[in-house]
């Protein structure tokens, strides 16, 4: 037994003239689906979110991370599992199925990102003997979409130095940014994939806050002033079931054009839809838990609309 | 010969069913292979992945789909900023590939199908049915990444009969596998959209491929017209089954 419920998460954070998640490949823009106009951010940003806040600001351990050697090599994934031998000299005592079981137990117990999010580990005692340790993550985020369209911004400036030596002019540098999304990521805690990664409630309590104080703790250029705005978790007591979906149930309304939102005031969160489908589902939920920016307008109240509806619902306060 | 039928439909913001051929550049196919759908059906009924026992159970169930696509094929690509694992140890300065690899992915965006599926085994078909239609899941149910989280709505459960072709154009509603369309039996319709991708149809429970077909898709989510060796017909409903 590792979890007691399964459950679902609704995220909603905003930026204002940033850049939430770049393109490698694409001049560093930011995602935008050029078909809706709206702001894409991968799961793979927020869950660097959320690893950097356990690893920088909780301390604890966690398997992703850039470790490099004095000479600035960085590690690789072999050598990082190997980081969870108790004793590396003992490679050559263990068996490779040894080896990949004492990794395995060691990376579970001491790194909640793997708990959490799962990974795929590259065992390898010898050239000769390979295996891998695959771990399904039971909390798996879809891709984050802005609840609006955005405007794409180009900003040139000066840099601070000139590019080579013997120039007398300063480098121009050039960026794109938004000048305001607010995005909404939605994912699953599964239950019956906890068992295999050994996450505990206590786990999913620290996700949660990882998500609200991580995303305000994001001190980089190019994601400072992300506010949290909004975390829901509805936690199931029907064995298997999830309701599924419920990013497509809040809406942000505006009297403004999308393109011209520039705070989280200028519109409204519409959680109709949200209220609905939980009040239908009453049966099934053991409990609603939620966290609200003070800024933000909700268009019902989404407490007290659920406890009328004779749900359990508590809040969060960070 | 009679069928008992499960019908779902499955659907997602985004998808990704990487093709074998491509190593470096992940493309997709245009609709869900047979193959992934294992997976669905193995998350939805909670068949362990370990060993891989959950295509042998739905193997030796003698699970056969077909693939209804109900929204148009749409394609985007994005890049996406991958570690590099590769050898023990590197220096980002002095490597040219560097610490993090960027890759551009191609992903489906709004797909949604249409799933038939049959089993011989027909406790299972049940515990698949049952857990459908209440919407219940054992695992997460995603579209070929685990990031890319996937819903589904049951749409019914009924009776198909087998019919022989009569050498007439029938309209199926499913992806069809090339060899089971005959010579000529294509009625191209103005205004639809073909495509044949050869596709992994089964895997044994190595996950290794045992069949690959050509499977004719009309990307709109058009039915085609075709004479064909034989199909499922039920209410005036043609599908190929896999």
Partial sequence: MSISNRSEVLFIYDCTFSNPNGDPLDANKPRIDEETGRNIVTDVRLKRTVRDYFHDLKGEEIFIRDITDDDDHLQDAKMRAEDFLADKKDKSKLSLKEMRETIRRNILSSCIDVRLFGATIPIEKSGKEKSSVTLTGPVQFKMGQSLHRVKLQFIKGTGAFASGSERTKKTFREEYLLPYSLICFYGVVNDCAAEHTELTDDDVNNLMDALWNGTKNLISRSKAGQQPRLLVRVAYKEKFYHIGELDKLVAFQSDLNDEGIRDIEEGFLDFEKLIRILAENKDKIDYVEYAMDKRVRPKQELKKMLSEYGLNIRELVY | ?242
């Avoid at chain 2, 550049?25 to 009924?45: C, E, K, Q, R």
């Fill in chain 2, 1 to 242: 010969m009679k069928k008992k039928l499960l019908i779902f439909d499955l659907y997602g913001d985004y998808a990704h069913f990487r093709k074998y051929y491509t190593t470096t550049s992940p493309l997709t196919f245009s609709i869900i292979p047979p193959v992934t759908l294992m997976g669905v059906l193995g998350a939805i009924l909670g068949l362990s992945n370990e060993n891989n026992l959950y295509l042998e159970t739905l193997n030796e169930a003698g699970t056969k789909v077909g693939i209804q696509l109900i929204k148009p094929v749409k394609k985007f690509r994005m890049g996406m900023n991958l570690i590099n694992t590769k050898n023990d140890y590197w220096v980002p300065k002095h490597r040219t590939e560097g610490a993090r690899t960027q890759i551009k992915y191609e992903f489906l965006k709004d797909a949604a199908y249409r799933i038939y599926v049959s089993m011989d085994n027909e406790e299972l078909l049940n515990q698949l049915k049952y857990n459908v239609s209440r919407h219940k899941c054992v695992y997460t149910v995603s579209l070929g990444l685990s990031e890319l989280l996937a819903d589904f709505s049951f749409v019914d459960a009924r009776d198909f009969n087998w019919r022989e072709n009569d050498s007439s154009f029938i309209d199926i509603v499913t992806a069809v596998s090339m060899d089971d369309v005959l010579q000529g039996g294509i009625d191209i319709s103005p205004g639809s959209r073909y495509l044949k991708e050869n596709m992994p149809i089964k895997m044994d429970s190595n996950r290794e491929v045992t069949q690959y077909s050509e499977m004719l898709t009309e990307t709109m989510g058009n039915h085609i017209k075709l004479k064909i060796n034989g199909f499922w017909e039920s209410h005036g409903l043609n599908i190929n089954l896999l």
